[in-house]
């Protein structure tokens, strides 16, 4: 529930058994199952989600501030983002019912004024706010030499923009793929994940055939459209993480942040490439 009154500043998740490590950022947390299962494994985490409130809005100056001095002074061991995809999908086609197209290839920073109206300005607008400032953010972190990881829909426009491309090329960022339904649950959701200096991030690269049914569930796929047999719709049930991605990325950010031997040495190893 919205709470307008609250101080600005994050949700905070204590772990059970206290570490005296660095924390897990988790920015555009939804429900937070990142910075829980973080937490979970021993590793304060903290969690900005602006459905919580205004007083989480990154974009706040403040809020912004606190983010970036946990990156510089090294308090951030990892910052994941769950960049907001709305405006970035390629589900709008346009047609003769559908809504039209906010973006497309020749203008992925939004199509001009005179083909959107006033409400798709400004989601093209906001959209492209929240954007600029998690580049600015992921640039921080590189400055400061601190790991992060982006996710997105594999589909998503965000991943055609020249400042993402341009990370791909980044010898130190790598991209991975995987589909949700190899996490144990009904849809595929296929998605990517832009990291940087996060060498064990390789183990959440789990895909499912291209066509037939799930090579998880053994049946074909929920598709993400329409609504459950409970009147839900289906992409508002898919949008929080499987309980098992949760788990796992948990698990590569508990060893990037903690720094096993093997992790050490595989850094090592990258930057040496570098
Ligand atoms: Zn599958």
């Not at 989601?123 to 492209?128: A, C, F, I, Q």
């Not at 829909?153 to 793929?177: E, G, H, I, Y």
């Not at 959701?189 to 183990?203: D, Y």
């Amino acid at each position: 529930m919205k709470s307008p009154h609250s101080r600005p500043g994050p949700t905070l998740h204590t772990p059970i058994h206290r570490r005296r490590t660095r924390c897990v950022v988790d920015i555009f947390a939804g429900t937070a199952k990142i910075a829980h299962r973080c937490s979970l494994l021993g590793l304060p985490s903290e969690s900005w989600e602006i459905a919580r409130g205004d007083h989480q809005d990154v974009l706040l100056a403040e809020n912004s501030r606190r983010i970036r001095l946990q990156i510089e002074k090294h308090r951030a061991g990892l910052v994941w983002f769950a960049l907001p995809c709305q405006t970035w999908s390629r589900a709008r086609r346009g047609g003769r019912t559908g809504p039209p197209p906010l973006r497309n290839k020749e203008f992925i920073m939004g199509r001009p004024p005179e083909c959107l109206s006033d409400k798709d300005q400004n989601k093209v607008y906001y959209g492209n706010k929240l954007f600029h400032w998690t580049m600015s953010v992921i640039r921080h972190c590189m400055r400061h030499g601190v790991p992060f990881i982006l996710e997105n829909p594999r589909t998503s426009m965000v991943w055609d923009t020249p400042a993402m491309q341009k990370l791909f090329r980044n010898p130190l960022c790598s991209r991975t793929n995987l589909d949700f339904c190899q996490f144990h649950v009904p849809w595929k959701k296929a998605t990517s994940l832009l990291s940087f200096n996060v060498p064990s991030v390789g183990r959440l690269h789990k895909q499912c055939t291209y066509r037939g049914p799930c090579t998880w569930s053994g049946v074909p796929h929920v598709v993400l459209t329409g609504t459950d047999e409970h009147g839900v719709f289906w992409t508002s049930r898919a949008s929080p993480y499987p309980d098992l991605f949760a788990a796992k990325s948990a698990q590569v950010i508990y060893d990037t942040i903690t720094g096993s031997k093997a992790e050490r040495a595989a850094r090592a190893a990258q930057v040496t490439r570098a």
